[in-house]
C-alpha cells in the first residue's frame, strides 16, 4: 500500500515534470506594496534592453506614481506570448521584422518609433582559453561558438555579419562552413549567450554591445566587429491594441524616448537616436586611427562649420541646389587620431577613407584628396541643408563631395568611417 | 465515501457532501484534463503527422530516443546497487543518503543545471581534469545524458529501494541454505519478486529523463541533431513562432506520458 501510494506520487512528479514550461522572465520594477495610484503597465521588452528598461521603469514609477511590470525575452518569443493573448501595454522590440509581425497580427495601436540601435560584439571569457584575438579566428577549427537561435534577432543580426565576412577575401572563401560547424549552441537569447561565455562554457559567442553591463565587462573580453560587418539593430517601441491603460503605456513610451530615457540607454551603451531623427544620429571611426571615435551630430556641430552650396545631380537628374552646412571630413578624422607609419614614405598619402552608411552602402576617398596640403577638397559630413535638419532619406549626417559630378559618394546615413591603406610591402 | 457516509449523520448532508466532493474533484480533473485534450485537438491528425516530418522534430525525437535509453541503462547499472545498499544496508547515515539521492526530485531543474555545471563545466570543479583527460562535455550528447540522469535516477532507485524492502527476507535465507550464492540469490529470487517496482520505476525514469529541460538546455546547449532533445525543440519552435512544429512534438510527449502513467498503473496493480 504504502509503496503504491509512493509510486503514484512519483508518476504525478514525472506528469508534471515531463510538461512543465520555462517560465517567463516577468519582474516588477515597483516591489508590490508600493502605492501605485496611476496603475500598473505590462512591458514586453527585448531581453537586450533587461537593464536599461529595469532602469527606466523604477524612474517612471517614481515619476508617474505607477507601477511598471517587464517581461523580458526575445522579440520572437514575445510576439508569440502576445498573439496567444498575453496581456501586454507596450512591446519593445529589438528589430524591425518582429514589430511588423505584431502589427500583422492586429497587435499593435498606432505607428511603431524607433528609439534606439544597437550593434553586435564578440565576447570570449577573461581567460580567453581559445585564444581569439580577431573575427578571422572565430572560424578556426575546434572553437565553441555559440550564438542565439536563428530565429532571435541578435542570432540573425550575428548571421548576416557573418555572411559579409565570408563575401570578402581576407576571411576565405570557406569561412561561412567553418563558422557553422563552430556553431556549438542556438541559445534563445542574447542573454543565454553571454551566461554561456561568462561560465567559459563557450569560446566566443556573439552578442550586442549592451550586454557589456557593468557586471558582465569584468568577466569577459571583447573584440570589435567593424562597420563593414556589423549590423545595426533597429528597437521599435508601440502601445498594444489590448492596452488597457492606453494612455499610461504611451506617457512610458514617451519616456523612453525623453532625455532621461535615452541617458539610461546610451549608459547601456545602446545608440541612442538624435533627437533630429534620421537613423544615422552617431559616426564611428575605426582602422587605422590612434583611438575608435563616435561622434554625434551635437559632436559634429562643436567642430568649425563649414557651409557648401551644391547642385544634387543623380542618374535621374538634377535634383536641387542645396547649401549643406557640416564638419571637414578631415578634421573628423583627426578627431580620431590619424596614424601615419613611419616605414613607409608619406604613409598618409597612401592611405584611403571608406565612408559607410545604415544600409551597408560604401563609397571610398583618399586621403589625399582631403588633405589640406594636397587636394584640400571641402569634403564634409554634413548636418544641416540649407539652415534645416536633413531629409529624412539623408538620415543625421550625408557626406558631401562638392567637386563630384554626379552624388554617388554623397553617402547618406553615414553611421562608419573606416582609415586603411592598401595591403602588401614595397620593396 | 463510505467513510465520508458513516461519518456524516443525516443523509441530506451526505447528499450535499458528496456533492461537493464531486464537484470539487470534477473542476481539478477537469483543469489537468482541459489543456491537455486543447493540445491533442490543436491539430488534426494528418497535419500533426506531417509536423512531425520536419527536420527539427526528426532529429528531436531521435536524440531524445538515443539519450534517453543511455540515460536509463545507465540508471539501472548504477541506480540498482544503490537501491539495493539503501534497502538492505545497515550503516550510519543511511537515511541521509536516502534524502540525498531524492534531492534532483525536489530541486528545481535549473538548479540542476547550474549544478551541473560547477561540478562538469569548463570552468567548474572537475573541469580542468576532465579537459586534461581529453573529455570535451561543452555542448556535447553527453552532456544531455548527464542532465536527464540527474534529474531522472532517483525515480528508478526510491522504487526499487521499495521494491527491495518488500522482499521476503526469509525466502532469500531459504535459497541461500539451498546453496545459492549473494549474486545467485539476487538474480533468482531478489529481483524477479522486486521486478514490479523495477519495470515501473524503470519506466518512471526514462519518462523523467523524456522530459527534462532545464538542466538540459542550461547544461548542454540547444543544437538540432546534437543537444537538442524533444522539450528543447518544443520551446525553441514556441519561441520563433511555429506553434504547429511545437504542439506535434508536445502532442507525442504527453501521449508517451499518457502511456507511463497507464503502465505504472497496471504493473503496480
Not at chain 2, 82 to 93: E, H, M, N, Q, S
Not at chain 2, 108 to 134: S, Y
Not at chain 2, 155 to 169: E, K, L, M, P, T
Request: hydrophobic share 50%.
Amino acid at each position: 500500500m504504502i509503496s503504491k501510494l509512493r509510486h503514484s506520487t512519483l508518476a504525478l512528479l514525472v506528469f508534471v515534470s515531463v510538461l512543465s514550461p520555462l517560465g517567463s522572465n516577468v519582474q516588477a520594477a515597483n516591489p508590490a506594496g508600493h502605492a501605485a495610484d496611476n496603475g500598473t503597465l505590462t512591458v514586453f521588452a527585448a531581453s537586450s534592453l533587461t537593464e536599461a528598461f529595469t532602469t527606466i521603469g523604477a524612474a517612471f514609477d517614481k515619476a508617474n506614481n505607477a507601477t511598471v511590470r517587464f517581461n523580458f525575452a526575445s522579440s520572437d518569443a514575445l510576439v508569440t506570448q502576445m498573439a496567444q493573448g498575453a496581456p501586454a501595454d507596450v512591446f519593445a522590440s529589438a528589430n524591425q521584422a518582429q514589430m511588423t509581425l505584431a502589427q500583422q497580427k492586429g497587435l499593435i495601436a498606432g505607428t511603431p518609433a524607433v528609439f534606439v540601435r544597437n550593434r553586435l560584439v564578440v565576447i570570449v571569457p577573461k581567460d580567453n582559453p581559445a585564444h581569439i584575438y580577431s573575427l578571422a579566428d572565430l572560424g578556426r577549427p575546434g572553437v565553441n561558438l555559440v550564438l542565439a537561435a536563428p530565429t532571435v534577432p541578435v542570432g540573425k543580426y550575428a548571421r548576416a555579419a557573418f555572411q559579409l565576412m565570408a563575401n570578402d577575401d581576407a576571411f576565405g572563401s570557406d569561412f561561412l562552413q567553418r563558422i557553422q560547424a563552430n556553431i556549438k549552441s542556438n541559445e534563445v537569447d542574447d542573454k543565454s549567450v553571454v551566461a554561456k561565455v561568462v561560465l567559459g562554457e563557450a569560446d566566443a559567442g556573439v552578442v550586442y554591445v549592451s550586454d557589456l553591463t557593468a557586471s558582465v565587462t569584468p568577466k569577459v573580453q571583447s573584440i570589435v566587429v567593424p562597420p563593414p560587418f556589423n549590423q545595426i539593430a533597429v528597437y521599435p517601441i508601440a502601445v498594444t491594441k489590448a492596452s488597457q491603460n492606453a494612455a499610461l503605456a504611451q506617457k512610458f513610451v514617451d519616456y523612453v524616448e525623453s532625455p532621461a530615457g535615452k541617458a539610461v540607454l546610451a549608459a547601456q551603451n545602446f545608440i541612442t537616436t538624435a533627437p533630429a531623427g534620421g537613423p544615422s544620429s552617431a559616426v564611428t571611426i575605426t582602422g587605422i586611427v590612434s583611438a575608435t571615435t563616435t561622434l554625434t551630430v551635437a559632436d559634429l556641430q562643436k567642430l568649425p562649420a563649414i557651409t557648401v552650396k551644391v547642385t544634387l545631380r543623380t542618374d535621374s537628374g538634377t535634383q536641387g541646389t542645396y547649401t549643406y552646412t557640416g564638419a571637414l571630413l578631415y578634421t573628423v578624422l583627426q578627431q580620431a587620431g590619424l596614424v601615419p607609419n613611419s616605414s613607409f614614405k608619406n604613409d598618409l598619402l597612401r592611405q584611403f577613407v571608406t565612408v559607410g552608411a545604415t544600409d551597408n552602402y560604401q563609397a571610398t576617398l583618399s586621403l589625399a584628396e582631403i588633405n589640406p596640403d594636397y587636394g584640400h577638397q571641402q569634403v564634409i559630413l554634413a548636418y544641416a541643408r540649407d539652415g534645416k535638419p536633413l531629409a529624412a532619406d539623408e538620415g543625421a549626417i550625408r557626406l558631401i563631395v562638392p567637386g563630384d559630378t554626379l552624388a554617388g559618394r554623397w553617402v547618406s546615413n553615414v553611421n562608419s568611417i573606416v582609415v586603411g591603406a592598401p595591403v602588401g610591402t614595397p620593396s | 465515501m463510505h467513510q465520508l457516509h458513516r461519518n456524516t449523520g443525516s443523509s441530506l448532508r451526505a447528499g450535499a457532501g458528496r456533492l461537493l466532493v464531486v464537484t470539487l474533484a470534477a473542476i481539478q480533473l477537469l483543469f489537468i484534463a482541459f489543456p491537455l485534450a486543447a493540445l491533442v485537438l490543436h491539430t488534426p491528425l494528418g497535419t500533426l503527422w506531417t509536423n512531425l516530418q520536419t527536420p527539427t522534430a526528426t532529429s528531436a525525437l531521435t536524440l531524445s530516443l538515443e539519450t534517453t535509453t543511455v540515460a536509463l541503462l545507465l540508471t539501472i547499472a548504477f541506480g540498482t546497487p544503490t537501491a539495493y545498499l539503501l534497502a538492505r544496508g545497515t550503516f550510519p547515515g543511511r537515511r541521509l543518503l536516502d534524502s540525498v539521492v531524492d534531492l534532483p526530485i525536489v530541486v528545481p531543474p535549473a538548479v540542476a543545471g547550474v549544478a551541473l555545471l560547477l561540478a562538469f563545466g569548463r570552468q567548474g570543479l572537475l573541469g580542468p581534469t576532465l579537459n586534461n583527460l581529453g573529455i570535451h562535455l561543452a555542448f556535447s550528447t553527453p552532456a544531455v545524458v548527464m542532465a536527464q540522469l540527474f534529474v531522472s535516477c532517483p525515480f528508478y532507485i526510491r522504487s526499487a529501494r521499495a521494491g527491495f524492502i518488500a522482499v521476503d527476507r526469509a525466502l532469500e535465507d531459504a535459497s541461500a541454505t539451498l546453496g545459492y550464492g549473494g549474486w545467485g540469490t539476487f538474480r533468482r529470487i531478489t529481483v524477479p519478486l522486486a521486478l514490479p517496482s523495477l519495470v515501473s520505476g524503470a519506466v518512471l525514469t526514462w519518462a523523467r529523463a523524456l522530459g527534462e529541460f532545464g538542466a538540459t538546455i542550461m547544461f548542454a546547449g540547444n543544437l538540432m541533431g546534437v543537444t537538442q532533445t524533444m522539450p528543447l525543440a518544443v520551446y525553441l519552435s514556441l519561441e520563433s513562432g511555429d506553434l504547429d512544429g511545437a504542439v506535434a512534438l508536445s502532442v507525442v510527449l504527453v501521449l508517451v506520458s499518457l502511456i507511463v502513467s497507464l503502465a505504472v498503473r497496471l504493473i503496480d496493480a
